[in-house]
């Protein structure tokens, strides 16, 4: 099974090489009541526990998150070495932090079988519903040696069509997530492309994009035209600017325009904030957050 760390290539080394870390020192914690920050502006965004104060111990994470101001939560993988799924499920609930999404398990999909491929998908459907989560995103889509594009992208789409009717009884959105080749050359869906041509031939309900403006910028760019023409498949929207992928207002991209131009498409999904603060200034990333936010309002 394939789980969201292997596929991102990310932990803390992975990170340290994209530039993302500049130290291994721990996080700064954030005041419950920061007079600075009206948490009604932290409102849209779902936190990615994953990728904030990922210099901590996860079994801290859900606590931060609830101290800084944050509703809502995704996380990669369900399972974690430091909390079981019942005590995550249990620990945020008393933080007041609902965990809305996570990554569904899966094989290789270009080169597994079906009977495989429904196996896994069936018992990681188990752990997305533990967790409570509506929405799940799915990888999957691993380079195979010797194989060319068009030799995986078509058995890719056909286990996705394997696999959406346990979706569609789970009633869980799985949200089909492209990558791009400069952070992730050892996968072949890139871009918004083929991405959106698959989701509309299998035409259901519980199977649409995780569009990550930061993969779309790097791999395509024309970030608004692109989501606008795909909007209908949009499930989910997940945001870190970008070339540094740390938290909106760090690098080129005008996320206050862009996720404005989304809501007049019609994009009423989470957002999800898989960004990667710097951890040694975890207010500043929740400050630029809040910012966002507020300008979403005006």
Excluded at 3 to 29: D, E, F, H, P, W
Excluded at 58 to 68: G, N, P, Q, T, V
Excluded at 84 to 92: D, E, G, Q, T
């Amino acid at each position: 099974m394939i789980n969201r760390r292997q596929a991102l290539g990310v932990g803390i080394g992975g990170v340290v090489g994209l530039g993302l870390m500049t130290s291994c020192a721990k996080s700064t914690n954030v005041s419950k009541n920061n007079e600075n920050i009206d948490s009604a502006h932290l409102a849209p965004f779902t936190l990615n526990l994953e990728a904030w104060w990922y210099d901590r111990p996860f079994s801290e994470r859900i606590d931060l998150a609830a101290k800084a101001g944050f509703q809502t939560a995704e996380i990669w993988d369900p399972i974690k070495s430091d909390l079981p799924i019942k005590n995550m499920v249990s620990r945020a609930k008393d933080a007041g932090i609902k965990i809305i999404h996570c990554t569904l398990g899966v094989p290789k999909l270009a080169e597994a079988s079906r009977d495989d491929t429904i196996e896994t998908v069936k018992a990681s459907i188990e752990q997305v519903k533990e967790i409570g989560a509506n929405y799940a995103t799915i990888v999957g889509h691993d380079n195979i040696p010797g194989k060319s594009y068009g030799e995986m992208i078509g058995p890719f789409q056909d286990r996705l069509a394997d696999i959406t009717p346990f979706l569609e009884a789970a009633d869980i959105m799985g949200c089909v997530e492209p990558f791009n080749p400069y952070n992730h050359p050892v996968h072949f869906l890139h871009g918004s492309k083929d991405a959106l041509r698959i989701c509309r031939e299998i035409n259901s309900p519980n199977l649409k994009l995780n569009w990550d403006l930061f993969h779309m910028q790097r791999a395509e760019g024309n970030v608004v035209h692109n989501l606008k023409n795909g909007i209908e498949q949009c499930g989910m929207l997940q945001i870190a600017d970008s070339p540094g992928r740390q938290q909106p207002g760090t690098g080129e991209m005008n996320y206050g325009f862009i996720l404005k131009e989304a809501f007049k498409a019609g994009f009423d999904g989470p957002i999800g904030l898989e960004c990667f603060p710097d951890p040694e200034n975890i207010e500043k990333a929740v400050s630029d957050v809040a910012s966002l936010g507020a300008s979403l309002k005006s």
